[in-house]
């Protein structure tokens, strides 16, 4: 499955770790179920967000996606306009990329119904986090005090081998999965 990705911004203040070295956008159109794929990291928490878009006339074109099976479920719908919206911290600097990216086409493919979901649910590692309430002790919250370490959305106490960061081929394989779902729902 031949696909781009793009570093668009600095760790800075972020543990080491696999997110360190990946890419924080990928695109491809996916071969087996023939439907476009975007994988682009949430710039705050650290974590990835996945999606698959269906064009108009597909059964579950302007639905909400609550029959699918994702990772975390499905948690965001709409056109791309409305999904870019999430990111509004770096909305400017990500579209820029966004349009770079795509196959090399100026933006995502046009009249597509995007399903999205994330990697920030419980027990999921969000490696921005420590980034995050360091600029936030910055402020005069006390760290000491928090209940999240200077291992990112970690509790304090070790934590339990559940925890895991989802990887750039984790939320590839499950944006490839929900695809699989899409191409296969019968006619509404």
Same mark, same amino acid.
């Given at each position: 499955?031949?696909?781009?990705?793009?570093?668009?911004?600095?760790?800075?203040?972020?543990?080491?770790?696999?997110?360190?070295?990946?890419?924080?956008?990928?695109?491809?159109?996916?071969?087996?179920?023939?439907?476009?794929?975007?994988?682009?990291?949430?710039? *705050?928490?650290? #974590? /990835?967000?996945?999606?698959?878009? &269906?064009?108009?006339? $597909?059964?579950?074109?302007?639905? =909400? @996606?609550?029959?699918?099976?994702?990772?975390?479920?499905?948690?965001?719908?709409?056109?791309?306009?409305? *999904?870019?919206? #999430? /990111?509004?911290?770096?909305?400017? &600097?990500?579209?820029? $990329?966004?349009?770079?990216?795509? =196959? @090399?086409?100026?933006?995502?493919?046009?009249?597509?119904?995007?399903?999205?979901?994330?990697?920030?649910?419980?027990?999921?590692?969000?490696?921005?986090?420590?980034?995050?309430?360091?600029?936030?002790?910055?402020?005069?919250? =006390?760290?000491?005090?928090?209940?999240?370490?200077?291992?990112?959305?970690?509790?304090?106490?070790?934590?339990?081998?559940?925890?895991?960061?989802?990887?750039?081929?984790?939320?590839?394989?499950?944006?490839?999965?929900?695809?699989?779902?899409?191409?296969?729902?019968?006619?509404?």
């Amino acid at each position: 499955m031949a696909f781009k990705g793009l570093v668009l911004f600095k760790k800075l203040g972020w543990p080491d770790g696999p997110w360190m070295t990946e890419p924080d956008f990928v695109s491809w159109i996916d071969e087996a179920a023939g439907l476009p794929c975007v994988v682009q990291r949430n710039p *705050i928490l650290g #974590v /990835f967000n996945g999606y698959v878009g &269906v064009p108009e006339g $597909h059964a579950e074109f302007g639905m =909400d @996606g609550c029959d699918l099976c994702v990772h975390g479920g499905v948690t965001l719908t709409g056109k791309i306009p409305n *999904i870019t919206k #999430v /990111f509004t911290a770096v909305a400017a &600097v990500e579209r820029a $990329h966004i349009k770079l990216a795509f =196959d @090399g086409k100026l933006e995502y493919p046009e009249g597509f119904w995007w399903f999205g979901f994330d990697c920030a649910h419980g027990w999921d590692h969000t490696p921005g986090t420590h980034a995050l309430l360091n600029k936030i002790a910055k402020f005069g919250l =006390d760290l000491d005090s928090s209940p999240y370490n200077s291992k990112g959305g970690i509790p304090i106490d070790e934590p339990p081998p559940t925890i895991s960061y989802k990887s750039v081929t984790y939320v590839r394989k499950e944006c490839a999965d929900l695809a699989i779902q899409l191409a296969t729902m019968p006619e509404g």
